[in-house]
């Protein structure tokens, strides 16, 4: 399949996913776990960075238009996105050079978890703080924060187990 191709499909799978399936489950009465974020997780490392935000952004803007939240799904996502490339140099000892042969299925787990776990709690905190906008309301987002990230983690790493490709 073209490259183009399923960059599309997958953004639009996970939209919908987010959309029609996710955004129903609710943990707690209010929780519910983010996966969309999982395509700025998984889209390829390029040397140009504008087309990978431009793209981040209109998917947390899709999710807002769905939800009605205003923006706040467009700045999460685009601030994850924005910090992915450190993360990758920082976490995996990625070079420049070695941008393009990254595979997320190829390191090890522990730095795959922290790479996940890093992006989807730094999502989570800036999605529940602009949501509660207080400082009254500091433990809830800290509590909210934590609970949906275990909630998004546990879902992701069941997804990845499950549809992962046979490398061989």
Excluded: C, W
């Amino acid at each position: 399949m073209n490259r183009s191709l399923y960059l599309i499909l997958s953004f639009l799978f996970f939209v919908l996913l987010q959309v029609v399936i996710l955004n129903n489950v609710k943990l707690f009465g209010h929780l519910n776990p983010y996966l969309y974020i999982t395509y700025i997780f998984t889209f390829p490392i390029r040397q140009k960075r504008i087309p990978f935000l431009t793209v981040s952004f209109l998917l947390g803007l899709s999710i807002d238009f769905f939800e009605n939240s205003g923006g706040i799904h467009a700045f999460a996502t685009l601030f994850i996105a924005y910090i992915r490339l450190f993360l990758v140099r920082t976490i995996f000892k990625k070079s420049t050079s070695e941008f393009l042969l990254f595979d997320l299925r190829l390191e090890t787990f522990d730095k795959v978890f922290n790479y996940i776990a890093i992006l989807t709690i730094i999502h989570h905190f800036l999605i529940y703080s602009f949501i509660n906008f207080s400082f009254y309301n500091f433990s809830n987002v800290l509590i909210n924060t934590l609970l949906s990230t275990v909630f998004t983690l546990i879902l992701y790493f069941l997804g990845s187990f499950i549809f992962k490709k046979k490398l061989s």
